[in-house]
């Protein structure tokens, strides 16, 4: 069985500050690695994706992978109010189309 | 740019009616799925359908599921005799060929009374 974890929140941030998200998968064949932001009631749109270890930056947001720790986290700087949001970690195996998903965790970002 | 489109947006139906919820996914994608998301819970995988057949599909796509793509465009789930249970809102999504990434439909919202 393939999991993967999230703290569920909600994540409150001050707006200007750092929201750091985190998630821990099982399956140490996992190759690819997703953040989606989810807003209520719309479905996911993704932020980025991550296949090598350490960082990549994207605009305000940054994705950090420890494939040993199996770990993978999301920040994102200079938070906004919307940026308040479900962000769901999803995992991709190796040979697999399947992604798995996280339950998500919710940040609240506010003024 | 292409996206993955879904109707209806929101039905609303009777315990043990039949209900089909219709995709169209972006043309030049191989995988299409179908998921699940219960209010308040995870996106839950129900089936991918690749070539023109059943791929790969999860515990909860159980004999009263069926997946369709009856005309090349269109991608069909239908649920033979809803329930209560089956209140969510389904996403169709198709799959990037080189990067993985999922392209997610707006959904469609089921509520069964």
């Known amino acids: 069985q393939k999991e993967v974890e999230q703290n569920s929140g909600p994540l409150s941030v001050p707006e200007g500050a750092i929201a750091s998200l985190n998630c821990t998968y099982s399956?140490?064949?996992?190759?690819?690695f997703f953040w989606y932001r989810q807003y209520s009631g719309k479905s996911p749109e993704l932020i980025m994706f991550?296949?090598?270890?350490g960082d990549k930056e994207d605009g305000r947001f940054t994705a950090q992978l420890n494939k040993a720790s199996q770990y993978v986290s999301l920040l994102i700087r200079d938070s906004q109010p919307s940026d308040s949001a479900t962000y769901l970690c999803?995992?991709?195996?190796?040979?697999?189309?399947?992604?798995?998903f996280g339950r998500g965790t919710s940040l609240i970002v506010h003024p | 740019e292409p996206e993955v489109t879904q109707t209806p947006s929101h039905q609303v139906t009777q315990m043990g009616q039949e209900v089909i919820l219709r995709c169209v996914p972006i043309s030049n994608h191989l995988y299409f799925y179908w998921y699940r998301q219960i209010l308040g819970q995870k996106v839950e995988f129900l089936v991918s359908?690749?070539?023109?057949?059943?791929?790969?599909k999860s515990e909860i796509f159980d004999d009263q599921f069926s997946v369709e793509r009856p005309d090349g465009s269109n991608f069909t789930l239908k649920i033979r005799s809803t329930k209560l249970e089956d209140s969510a809102m389904y996403f169709c999504a198709s799959v990037h060929r080189d990067t993985g990434e999922l392209f997610f439909g707006e959904g469609s919202r089921l509520t069964v009374l």
């Open positions: 399956d140490r064949g996992s190759q690819s």
């Open positions: 991550i296949y090598s270890n």
């Open positions: 359908f690749y070539n023109n057949e059943i791929s790969e």
């Open positions: 999803a995992v991709l195996s190796g040979g697999s189309y399947i992604p798995t």
